[in-house]
């Protein structure tokens, strides 16, 4: 069955280094992967979305990478801050645009 | 520009009983998408619709149901309520079903709390 991982449930770093969250799946093949940012009682936020045929996005302090032989996605935020503390969702879409399957989130705290 | 609408935010109905949140998706989307999103886990698929017909279902059982108004507001119902249905349901809007580069966009949700 598809399964989709991100790396621990907690990450804490110091502010102004980079955070490197990383999702992994097995039995798929996504045409679309996507990163969401939550905050506690509100709905995720759309940040990013990298195809299948991309091997890196940028945008802004944000760096997502595609690895489709890996079957991994990193999440990168450079000079983080204690703003971007957060819960970070990787979805998947498998190009039907039916649905996306979601991981379970790693929260991330950025300590000043 | 308002964006995703979801009504009520909080409530508390007892096991057995039946629930209906509504969704009021961003002025020019068409297609609606549920959610449902268990503390600790990220959101599991229930149903998208587009132009007023169910587009995909989730691994859930009978006892979820949806529809889509000529509006594109959306209605999620859940029947005989269990313990197990309590969580935080999220409704999605994009333009299309092909518009996802933008990826979607998600309301606050609805907390729903089964006593």
């Known amino acids: 069955s598809q399964k989709i991982e991100q790396n621990s449930e907690a990450l804490n770093i110091q502010e102004g280094k980079t955070a490197t969250l990383t999702c992994n799946y097995t039995n798929y093949s996504p045409a679309y992967l996507q990163w969401y940012r939550q905050d506690p009682g509100r709905g995720p936020v759309f940040l990013l979305l990298?195809?299948?045929?991309?091997k890196e996005k940028r945008k802004e302090r944000l760096k997502v990478t595609f690895d489709t032989t890996l079957k991994q996605s990193l999440f990168h935020i450079t000079a983080s801050q204690p703003a971007d503390s957060a819960t970070y969702l990787c979805?998947?879409?498998?190009?039907?645009?039916?649905?996306?399957?979601f991981g379970s989130g790693t929260q991330l705290t950025v300590l000043p | 520009d308002a964006g995703v609408t979801q009504s009520p935010t909080h409530l508390i109905k007892t096991r057995g009983q039946h629930v209906t949140l509504r969704c009021s998706p961003i002025?020019?989307?068409?297609?609606v998408s549920w959610y449902q999103q268990v503390l600790g886990q990220g959101p599991q698929f229930i149903f998208q619709?587009?132009?007023?017909?169910?587009?995909g279902r989730g691994n859930f059982p009978d006892r979820f149901s949806a529809r889509q108004f000529p509006n594109y507001s959306s209605e999620l119902n859940v029947n005989a309520l269990l313990l197990g249905d309590s969580a935080l349901y999220l409704c999605?809007?994009?333009?299309?079903?092909?518009?996802?580069?933008?990826?979607?966009?998600f309301g606050s949700g609805t907390r729903l709390t089964v006593v």
């Open positions: 002025s020019g989307h068409k297609s």
């Open positions: 999605a809007s994009s333009l299309d079903l092909g518009r996802r580069l933008l990826g979607y966009t």
């Open positions: 979805a998947l879409d498998g190009g039907s645009a039916r649905q996306l399957t």
């Open positions: 990298i195809r299948e045929n991309e």
């Open positions: 619709y587009y132009e007023k017909e169910e587009r």
